[in-house]
């Protein structure tokens, strides 16, 4: 046990709270604590005290009763607390006093499973909006996948935005149908001439209910699924889905499918910084690195294509490895591929890094403080720029990356251009990354079967995606076949983030501070 977690522990026990340590054995790499439903706030209040980051909730429902899980961090350290509350009540004090980052966490708990939680600031619908009666929770066992209400569900209008009374004061409603392809999410701003004073979001348009049809599947269908929480981050989702179906299984995937499972997750993050930094600066007129961005990252994803069969590297990781090895001879191409876009990228960097129009616009634009980010518990790009330096590869690694130097680039602005500098020096260190993978590429097979496991066994995924760190739980039930899945994108925490970093900028310059959290709609709106 490290030592925030033996202060926290001490804290709990001087409160008289009774705790069943499960060690890491159950749900590795995390350390597992029973408590009484009735400590969970308690829990909560001195998680925040000792300085934890709040990494996740979520619910698992049985027959009788909801098993409630929450995830807090520190250092590289995972605690998960656990507690059960009777299904004919399900009530839980709220987290969220303590961490506001879990808001929408925890009312999406509430709205799909129907946990209630006491102390919480927000009781509107998230999730939910219209399309299921109060007295209706989509996750219990009661409910059909296509729910009870036929037909189109009724519109949603009514949400009670927040307003600011003031001379002066406007509201902008913008979505959830956007001109462009993106997709749908509402944002209701108020403001005084062209400054900002408040952004609230309305998200959930695009629920899939991924978490609902994920049961009775079995584990290759999973991971199938899981690569399509959020289509641009597809590798790091399915490998977090399989890392913790391997965990429940007691799997040991052979060292060659980690390591192409390293170079998959690196040439996603390439690809997406690419294309995102490019972005960014056509949202401010520099449309001469969005054309050359957009030529890398082409060139890049065609690339991965030939390499793994699909342009985003979709279903190539597979429970038990990868589904494919890579071709004999290959290893030496691809360090000139490695090569040639370093030279490419090295004087396009220099020139967004040091120009001046661009300056203008990107200095000190939607800056997120360092309280504001540990507050919510950003993490990736989001959070590094503002001074959180965590990645999961680093801090809490995960083979292969436990034998390979990990360079984590960290700025304090916070503002729309270290978000820019954070992703450019972080395609810079996935390229010695891959050129350190295809130096130690072990030989040897590139999957094994997943083993039977134990009914009801758990497991938990932490890979760092391109976004930040991904946070997956799954119980495998009978026969192998999922019954739970959670997966937790870093977008939960960076949405919320949007909404501070924007006040006091003027409305203009929102899609650039948009674009640059870039935070995934379908990733949230599970």
């Known amino acids: 046990m490290t030592g925030w977690q033996t202060d926290f522990l001490d804290r709990l026990t001087g409160e008289g709270i009774a705790v069943q340590d499960a060690g890491s054995t159950s749900l590795a790499p995390a350390r597992r604590l029973a408590l009484q439903a009735d400590d969970w706030g308690t829990a909560g209040r001195l998680g925040a005290a000792v300085g934890c980051r709040h990494a996740g909730v979520w619910a698992d429902p049985h027959d009788d009763q909801v098993v409630v899980y929450a995830c807090l961090a520190q250092a590289g350290d995972y605690l998960v607390l656990e507690t059960a509350v009777p299904l004919r009540h399900p009530v839980l004090a709220s987290h969220t006093p303590h961490f506001p980052g879990v808001d929408r966490l925890e009312r999406h708990l509430q709205d799909l499973v129907g946990v209630a939680l006491l102390n919480h600031p927000d009781s509107r619908r998230w999730t939910r909006h219209q399309a299921w009666a109060d007295d209706c929770f989509p996750l219990r066992a009661d409910c059909p996948v296509r729910g009870h209400s036929p037909g189109r569900a009724r519109g949603d209008a009514d949400y009670p935005f927040a307003r600011i009374q003031g001379s002066g004061v406007y509201e902008i409603p913008v979505g959830p149908v956007h001109a462009g392809i993106i997709e749908p999410g509402h944002f209701r701003f108020q403001a005084v001439g062209e400054e900002i004073l408040r952004l609230e979001q309305r998200l959930g348009y695009v629920h899939k209910g991924i978490e609902k049809i994920a049961v009775g599947r079995d584990p290759a269908g999973l991971a199938r699924l899981a690569g399509r929480v959020s289509g641009d981050s597809t590798v790091a989702h399915t490998w977090a889905a399989c890392q913790a179906m391997e965990r429940a299984a007691g799997c040991a995937v052979p060292p060659r499918a980690d390591c192409l499972r390293a170079l998959m997750a690196e040439r996603e993050r390439i690809a997406n910084h690419l294309g995102d930094i490019g972005a960014i600066c056509n949202d401010v007129g520099f449309a001469f690195a969005h054309v050359q961005c957009a030529r890398l990252r082409e060139q890049w994803q065609r690339r991965s294509r030939a390499l793994f069969g699909h342009r985003l590297m979709m279903d190539a990781i597979v ?106 020096a972080e395609v810079h260190a996935s390229l010695l990354l891959m050129d350190q993978l ?29 976004r930040g760190e991904i946070v997956t739980f799954v119980r495998l039930g009978h026969g192998g076949q999922v019954a739970r899945f959670f997966p937790r994108d870093p977008s939960w925490f960076t949405w919320p983030a949007l909404e501070r970093l924007v006040l006091g900028n003027i409305v203009p310059d929102f899609p650039v501070c948009n674009k640059s959290v870039n935070a995934s709609y379908a990733g949230h709106d599970l």
């Not at 590094?384 to 083979?399: H, M, N």
């Not at 295809?438 to 758990?458: I, K």
Request: proline fraction near 8%.
């Open 438 to 466: 295809l130096t130690e590429m072990p030989r040897g097979p590139v999957n094994v079967a997943l083993p039977m496991p134990e009914v009801d066994a758990v497991g938990l995924g932490c890979v760092e995606g391109w």
């Open 319 to 424: 429970p038990g490895g990868v589904a494919n090895d890579l071709a004999t001879g290959v290893a030496g191409e691809l360090r000139a591929d490695h090569e040639a876009l370093r030279r490419a990228v090295t004087p396009l960097f220099a020139i967004i890094g040091d120009h001046p129009s661009l300056d203008d616009r990107l200095l000190d634009t939607g800056r997120l403080t360092p309280e504001d980010a540990r507050a919510l518990g950003c993490t990736g790009y989001v959070g590094k720029a503002s001074g959180q330096a965590f990645d999961v590869r680093r801090d809490s690694p995960y083979r292969p990356y436990d034998t390979l130097t990990v360079e984590v680039p960290v700025r304090t602005e916070g503002d729309v251009a270290a978000r820019v500098q954070v992703r450019m």
